[in-house]
């Protein structure tokens, strides 16, 4: 083909919809910004007709993130569609990415709607939609199980409505690597005008095949591959886009179609979706797992002592990941900071920079040696944050075999100290109900995990938590030498982004009231 994939990011959308994620306003920017460099060529921001907040995540996003298309998703109908240019149309290139069913089970049952009405709803989407913009994609939902004829029919009449696009989604995971890969060559040869739009594929993992199906895809003429970071989605989460990317990298002798992926900045986007969303990424996870470049067996260390390439097929450095383990230590400077901070891909300002290294000393008076890890782990926690209601100021937790536990906190509130003391079972309980008891809220701990950043006795110790309030749930992270500070940190953290969340926003959306 001789063309590049184009790298269609949905972690803003469909990767929210991974049960247990909820992302605000300011952490899908900050996804965003990473998306952006790393390059992904579309960045489906949301779906705006979902919820106020989602208009306005897209219509930040649409503002303030320039490099790739700026898509909103929208149903076959003129209110979606309306409300998708609002929040698209500050981009710098829009699109607006509309879909409906064309599944026989789909129409029947869901839609209630005849072949010729589900057409005709399709063909006024994307005409309505090319009114607002040269760019529209147009999905076929559930396209893997609908009739191949029907199919070349509603993409014949979307790409002469005006679609650029024309997706094709395995919805529910139902297709297997050969089947799918005939049924994008199929489309290619009985679309009379499908040299006029670029293909697209949308997979699904129920089976695991998500990747394999994609891939697929390529082989027979895909030229754009709709991803999330870290497999994320509905029920078992999209296509991979690290595996995808690397996949395309690494075997460009087979696929001969590369990529603008800035494959360095894979590893620092997973890391960052993973502390947002709270999914952690398994050890044994391709690409960005932490076992993907490690070595256990005898054999396998001898080969890789003696040449990388017996056991690697990927240098880890190609996905940003540093070989380097000893990197700053409590001696280290302010401008050598700020220089390993550029070496390791981060382009922050002097006030966030400042911030970071100040936790970088107080952390190098606890740890001796302070890896790439921890800084990571450090900026993720002190850059990435939602403005804090409260703020931790003072902690002591006491506990012991035949004793109760108990904590007393102090948490200042804009400006106004605050303390309580509470006892529990366990001091990461006690800690939690006085923080509940300083806070005055109702708050429910849903979810607590626990894992050490790096190794050693005096590892960072990382703690998400998943906390309830009025039946929505946010997630909160933490990081300390102290695993109890950790907990502390991590619970307010969602509590401040519950009551982030509940804010208005100021921002109205005048033009579809």
Request: aromatic content about 6%; hydrophobic content about 40%; proline content about 3%.
């Amino acid at each position: 083909m001789g063309k590049h994939i184009q790298i269609f990011d949905t972690t803003l959308r469909d990767g929210e919809q991974t049960p247990g994620v909820s992302l605000n306003l300011q952490e899908k920017y900050e996804i965003a910004k990473q998306l952006a460099k790393l390059n992904v060529d579309i960045i489906e921001a949301g779906f705006p007709i979902a919820s106020r907040g989602d208009f306005e995540a897209v219509k930040n996003i649409a503002k303030n993130v320039s490099g790739p298309v700026i898509a909103g998703l929208a149903r076959a109908n003129k209110q979606d569609i309306e409300i998708a240019w609002e929040a698209v149309k500050y981009a710098e290139r829009p699109r607006i990415h509309t879909f409906i069913a064309t599944s026989d089970i789909h129409m029947k049952y869901k839609l209630k709607m005849t072949r010729d009405q589900v057409i005709e709803a399709a063909v006024n989407a994307v005409k309505l939609a090319k009114r607002f913009t040269p760019d529209v994609e147009f999905s076929a939902e559930d396209a893997s199980r609908s009739d191949p004829e029907f199919l070349y029919r509603i993409f014949e009449e979307a790409i002469k409505a005006g679609a650029t696009v024309i997706n094709v989604p395995d919805t529910v995971g139902y297709a297997v690597p050969w089947e799918f890969g005939r049924l994008i060559h199929k489309i290619r040869e009985n679309v009379p005008s499908i040299y006029k739009a670029i293909i697209s594929v949308h997979c699904h993992d129920d089976l695991g095949l998500a990747v394999a199906n994609s891939l697929a895809a390529v082989e027979n003429g895909a030229q754009q591959i709709e991803v999330a970071v870290n497999g994320l989605g509905e029920r078992a989460g999209n296509a991979a886009l690290e595996e995808i990317v690397m996949a395309l990298n690494t075997r460009s002798d087979f696929f001969m179609n590369p990529t603008r992926i800035e494959t360095t900045q894979i590893y620092r986007t997973s890391r960052l979706v993973s502390a947002l969303t709270g999914i952690q990424v398994p050890p044994n996870k391709a690409i960005v797992g932490a076992n993907a470049f490690a070595h256990e067996s005898g054999i396998h260390q001898h080969g890789v002592l003696e040449e990388k390439s017996t056991y690697e097929i990927m240098k880890p450095e190609t996905i940003g990941v540093s070989t380097n383990k000893l990197v700053m230590g409590k001696h280290s400077g302010r401008h050598a900071f700020k220089e390993k901070l550029k070496e390791m891909g981060y382009n922050l300002s002097d006030e966030e920079i400042n911030k970071v290294f100040q936790k970088f000393k107080d952390l190098a008076d606890k740890k001796k040696e302070i890896s790439e890890k921890d800084i990571e782990a450090l900026v993720e926690e002190e850059v990435i944050i939602t403005p804090e209601t409260f703020k931790l100021e003072y902690l002591q937790a006491t506990s012991g075999s035949g004793v109760v536990a108990s904590a007393v906190v102090k948490l200042n509130k804009m400006g106004v100290t605050i303390e309580e003391a509470a006892c529990g079972d366990g001091p990461v309980d006690a800690t939690y109900r006085a923080i509940e008891r300083a806070c005055g809220g109702d708050f429910k701990l849903v979810d607590y995990t626990i894992k050490a950043v790096t190794g050693g006795k005096d590892a960072l110790g990382e703690v998400i938590v998943r906390v309830e309030k009025n039946n929505k749930i946010q997630i909160g992270r933490g990081v300390s030498t102290d695993i109890i500070e950790a907990s502390a940190k991590a619970y307010l953290s969602a509590i401040n982004k519950i009551i982030y969340d509940d804010n208005p926003y100021k921002e109205r959306i005048d033009a579809v009231q």
